[in-house]
């Protein structure tokens, strides 16, 4: 890797662990010396979190799915332009946790806009700026979403088991067609377990 910026993006449906993964890849890269920036999306810019509280609001169920676009396109322009870049810029590696293969999942799969649309958004939200290498965590809709709503529901999240088979069933079709970028690991096991296999995953883009 040398010291050049690496850009890894987080990827699954609510509740498939993708967070507990994020901290560890974190954390060993940080014992090889290297800077780490852990980020979400939407988020972790200001402007980007304030947008977060509005798209994960249950109160603004009546959010039309072309706002809903984009919004997460404008906090991903804002975490990119002032996280992203300079963070690459400097050498550094950023996790973040969830990307614009969400937006295709979420919005084109789960919400039924088209593919074209949120394609030509997401290259809008990114400001060009794309992952080295991209983990999707894969796990049963079921477990998934009784994992994440067991302290209550956002308004994603609420969506119920129908809109979240469909997000599953996006992240996996877009991962066969992105074979270089995406890399599917099974989510089912232990956090150690999941995270042997993303070392496995990663093994063409560092080295632990």
Do not use: W
Not at 111 to 131: F, M, Q
Request: aromatic fraction near 6%; proline fraction near 2%.
């Amino acid at each position: 890797m040398g010291n050049e910026g690496l850009f890894i993006t987080l990827e699954g449906v609510d509740g498939c662990g993708k967070s507990t993964q994020g901290a560890l890849l974190a954390s060993a890269f940080e014992t090889q010396g290297r800077e780490v920036v852990r980020l979400r999306d939407p988020g972790s810019a200001r402007l980007s979190e304030k947008l977060r509280l509005m798209l994960l609001d249950p109160g603004n169920d009546d959010m039309c799915d072309e706002c809903e676009l984009l919004l997460y396109e404008a906090a991903r322009a804002q975490m990119v332009r002032e996280l992203v870049e300079p963070a690459l810029a400097r050498g550094a590696v950023v996790v973040c946790d969830r990307f614009y293969d969400s937006t295709f999942a979420y919005q084109a799969t789960g919400r039924g806009l088209s593919a074209e649309t949120v394609a030509a958004a997401n290259r809008i939200g990114s400001c060009g700026v794309d992952p080295d290498a991209t983990l999707v965590f894969d796990l049963a809709a079921e477990e998934a979403l009784a994992r994440a709503t067991h302290e209550g529901a956002d308004r994603l999240e609420g969506e119920g088991m129908r809109f979240q088979r469909r997000v599953r069933d996006g992240y996996i079709q877009f991962a066969k067609d992105n074979p270089t970028r995406v890399r599917v690991v099974d989510a089912v096991g232990t956090v150690e377990v999941v995270h042997a296999r993303v070392v496995t995953a990663l093994a063409d883009v560092a080295t632990f």
